[in-house]
């Protein structure tokens, strides 16, 4: 997943454990659709 504007953003994205940011999802080890990028 890239880093939005250069790591000073979030990226929300649904998973099978629920919505959860970028970095939550990375550290779970899931994956998922990206609802959003916010910055």
Same mark, same amino acid.
């Given at each position: 997943?890239? +880093? !939005?504007l250069g790591g /000073?953003? !979030? &990226? @929300? /994205? $649904? $998973?099978?454990r629920g919505v959860? &940011?970028?970095? +939550?999802?990375?550290? +779970?080890?899931v994956g998922g659709? @990206? /609802?959003?990028? !916010?910055?």
């Amino acid at each position: 997943m890239p +880093a !939005v504007l250069g790591g /000073l953003g !979030v &990226t @929300i /994205l $649904t $998973t099978s454990r629920g919505v959860m &940011t970028g970095h +939550a999802a990375k550290k +779970a080890g899931v994956g998922g659709e @990206i /609802l959003c990028n !916010v910055w």
